[in-house]
């Protein structure tokens, strides 16, 4: 289950585009980023995705990516033009296809290596979809299949809600803000359109041929979208983005850590159990959240053509839960065109590896997850501290009009104090004993010891 955010322009304090997104996947499945370089291809060269091999274009842009490990696409992206995509699954009256085809993540980093401007990706996926469809398991364990929704935007302001029932779509128009989740969102407000769509709405009887067509209406399954918590999270985005009438990289990356009402009620709330409609999941043996957590999340703030200072700038955990994370800075896109990219370090598999930055970040995670509330103070006011100043020190570089060379050296740096600062965490976690009245619950403390059995993880 994922959540997806953009604020355009007018709606931002920068006046840039603002985009966020939590990536929520199998709690051991390991997500990683990867900067992938504009490449030529020859006449005739197809390209192997995850289960099906398309032809390939003539050029693919370069691509920056967070992606689960075993997927050759991803869960959110940029490209070198300032394009910047994030997926849903969402769920429909029309089950989804099980026969391999391109996944939604595959979908996803097609439009980021082909097109140049969110008009272009939506016509990208669109065709692709329509040529190919979209179907197989998106499951790292177990089966798992969904339809798919995007979230596409580009360093223009332009912004594009694309929801897809199998090789069919519709596309909304962003105004000044908009979310989506786990759940169809668009309604009467259809801009564009598959030639098929309303006539298959008709045949299966889901709509009555000549009434006002509703997207959502027609082809949501009430109860599926009520389990999957999509509609509850997208409501509580879409409250938290409303409540401020210009968004701030610091707002977004509150909203991301957001665990919901019932949490900022309770002092000693901890993640165990049924978790509903938090945007910040973790892993718990509760239904809808059993299977998955946030495993990586990312804000960008991308400037449009006339903004001066110049903005592309990716602030990425590359880890998992970001109230246990701390977002750091990629300058990518235009104006930092050759700017030196932190090291991301080893490619993650689903096995414990200390020597990657996912898994790494698994011990200061997990040791939290034990006694969430006490564990989490002991270092949340230090990490806002140095993120605020991280934004500080990105602002006034900005601010300046730094070169590309001076981008790379400044990104370079904070992730490494970033890294230094989650081990002296990591040690404070461990010195706060947990607190036997406040345990978690046998079915949760069974839950991760299974996690850590299948990841070959020490406990």
Not at 230 to 236: A, L
Not at 323 to 342: C, R
Not at 420 to 432: K, N
């Amino acid at each position: 289950m994922c959540d997806t955010m953009v604020a355009r322009p007018q709606a931002t304090k920068s006046g840039a585009l603002l985009f966020a997104k939590n990536s929520d996947r199998g709690a051991n499945e390991a997500q990683f980023l990867e900067h992938i370089p504009a490449r030529t291809h020859k006449a005739g060269d197809m390209l192997a995705c995850t289960y099906i091999t398309i032809g390939q274009v003539a050029r693919t842009h370069a691509v920056l990516l967070s992606r689960p490990f075993w997927i050759w696409g991803a869960e959110m992206g940029t490209n070198e033009h300032g394009l910047i995509i994030g997926n849903e699954a969402v769920y429909s009256k029309i089950a989804p296809q099980s026969d391999p085809a391109l996944l939604g993540m595959d979908l996803l980093r097609l439009g980021l290596e082909r097109a140049a401007t969110a008009d272009e990706a939506v016509a990208v996926i669109t065709s692709l979809l329509e040529a190919h469809g979209q179907g197989g398991n998106c499951g790292h364990i177990g089966r798992f299949h969904y339809h798919n929704s995007f979230l596409i935007a580009d360093a223009s302001g332009e912004a594009f809600v694309l929801e897809t029932v199998g090789r069919d779509w519709a596309l909304e128009c962003v105004g000044d803000r908009r979310s989506i989740s786990n759940a169809y969102s668009i309604g009467d407000k259809i801009d564009r359109a598959s030639q098929g769509l309303v006539a298959q709405a008709v045949s299966r009887g889901f709509v009555t041929e000549g009434v006002p067509f509703h997207f959502t209406d027609a082809y949501a399954p009430p109860k599926r979208t009520r389990f999957a918590s999509g509609m509850t999270r997208f409501c509580r985005s879409t409250a938290l983005m409303e409540a401020r009438p210009r968004q701030s990289l610091a707002t977004m990356m509150d909203i991301l850590r957001d665990r919901g009402p019932r949490a900022a009620r309770d002092k000693e709330w901890r993640p165990d159990g049924a978790m509903g409609g938090t945007i910040c999941a973790h892993g718990s043996w509760g239904p809808v959240r059993r299977h998955g957590q946030t495993t990586a999340s990312w804000v960008a703030e991308i400037g449009v053509a006339d903004l001066t200072p110049a903005r592309a700038v990716h602030w990425v955990t590359g880890t998992s839960s970001p109230d246990t994370s701390i977002f750091k800075p990629v300058f990518f896109g235009p104006g930092f065109e050759g700017a030196a990219l932190p090291d991301f370090g080893p490619r993650p598999t689903d096995r414990y590896d200390a020597r990657t930055l996912w898994w790494s970040h698994e011990r200061l995670h997990r040791a939290v997850l034990e006694d969430y509330a006490p564990r989490l103070a002991a270092f949340a006011p230090a990490r806002d501290r140095l993120e605020a100043g991280f934004i500080a020190r990105v602002e006034a570089f900005l601010a300046r009009g730094g070169s590309a060379e001076e981008a790379g050296v400044l990104s370079r740096g904070i992730w490494k104090e970033a890294a230094e600062a989650e081990r002296g965490w990591l040690e404070a976690v461990r010195a706060v004993p947990v607190r036997p009245r406040h345990r978690p619950s046998p079915l949760y403390l069974m839950h991760w010891q299974k996690l850590a059995r299948l990841a070959k993880m020490p406990i």
